[in-house]
């Protein structure tokens, strides 16, 4: 796998090499493509993947990669869903995680209500465990890679 400045040199190598075929792309096409060699939809979605993720041989990378598909528990209930978006805190080894859950996960904690969610952010570790203080021994959100 490639470090995040080589994906738009490997995107302006495509670019001359087809042009010398006779094949004219734009760069923003260029970039797409490489980003669909490295496995993921489109440009945005490589381009927002964090360095540590990118190159497999940077070690302490989030807990997960943008796009990629998590399973585990919301405040005890079963959770599946894709990660849709990851930010770096100020605080060490702590990311923001988007997760958009197919199915919708319940979050509430009483049996006498339901609130179902398609999307949730939170705070979680290295370990894909929330860090709010919830008074629970594994608080709110615990996932893996699925």
Known sequence: MTTGPDYKTNARR?????????????????LELVAR????????????RPKDTRAEETPGGGPFAVGETVSGTFNGNPAKGRVIGLEETIKPD???????????????????????????????????R????TGTETGVMALSRA
């Open 14 to 30: 495509l670019r001359d090499a087809l042009a010398s075929e006779g094949i004219a792309i734009s760069h923003a096409k260029a």
């Open 37 to 48: 060699q490295e496995g993921v939809r489109d440009w945005n979605t490589l381009a927002a």
């Open 94 to 128: 702590l990311w923001r995680v988007t997760v958009a859950f197919n199915p919708p996960v319940d979050v509430s904690t009483s049996k006498l209500f339901s609130s179902e969610r398609r999307r949730i952010q939170m705070v979680v570790g290295a370990d894909g």
């Open 130 to 133: 929330s860090r709010r203080l």
